[in-house]
């Protein structure tokens, strides 16, 4: 669904990160990362991500794609626009986010998170038309731009948050060897 389908909002440029990209993104793209949106809200709407993510400072949503639980497939920021997802490592690199908290073990919470995120949020998991969707999203990508790496964000970057989670890296897992594609290189 593209941004004036869902109603989005326009991105709020002043003094926040929104680069163009050169014109030729099949030279330029080679990996994709993949999210998840974790335990804010589970199964929350692409219009909430937008709002979460405008209020914490974005100029938009940091994912050039996001994918709901029925297997809607969002727009989020523009293909052309540099992403925003994998903090000092979004150089070529395309950010696909699932609406849901895929991490079961709830790695790298606090006591008190894990609690809430375990006991009172829940863990949502990836539908069958979420996994679909991102299946042929990434066959997709990588016809239109030739892809060589696909990954966690943890593998990308470390990060105090383990995302995908421990249900995101299966998919991610079972996408690399789909698509016969290689683990990102850490920065
Ligand atoms: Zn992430």
Not at 63 to 70: L, N, P
Not at 147 to 175: A, F, S, W
């Amino acid at each position: 669904m593209l941004k004036n389908e869902w109603g989005a909002k326009d991105p709020i440029k002043n003094g926040r990160s929104w680069e163009s990209l050169p014109i030729s993104l099949s030279a330029y793209y080679d990996t994709i990362t993949i999210h998840h949106s974790g335990n804010a809200k589970n199964y929350m709407t692409i219009q909430q991500l937008q709002d979460k993510e405008q209020n914490d400072g974005y100029a938009d949503i940091p994912y050039h794609f996001a994918i709901d639980s029925k297997g809607n497939i969002y727009e989020g920021r523009p293909i052309y626009i540099k992403g925003a997802h994998t903090a000092g490592a979004n150089t070529s690199n395309i950010g696909i986010v699932l609406m849901s908290d895929l991490d079961y073990q709830n790695k790298g919470l606090s006591f008190e998170k894990f609690l809430v995120e375990n006991y009172i949020n829940g863990n949502g998991g990836a539908s069958t038309a979420m996994r679909k969707s991102l299946t042929n999203l990434v066959s997709y990508l990588n016809s239109q731009y030739g892809i060589q790496y696909l990954g966690g964000h943890i593998e990308k970057i470390n990060d105090t948050r383990y995302c995908p989670g421990d249900g995101g890296m299966k998919i991610v897992n079972y996408l690399r060897q789909k698509f016969n594609m290689q683990i990102p290189i850490k920065q």
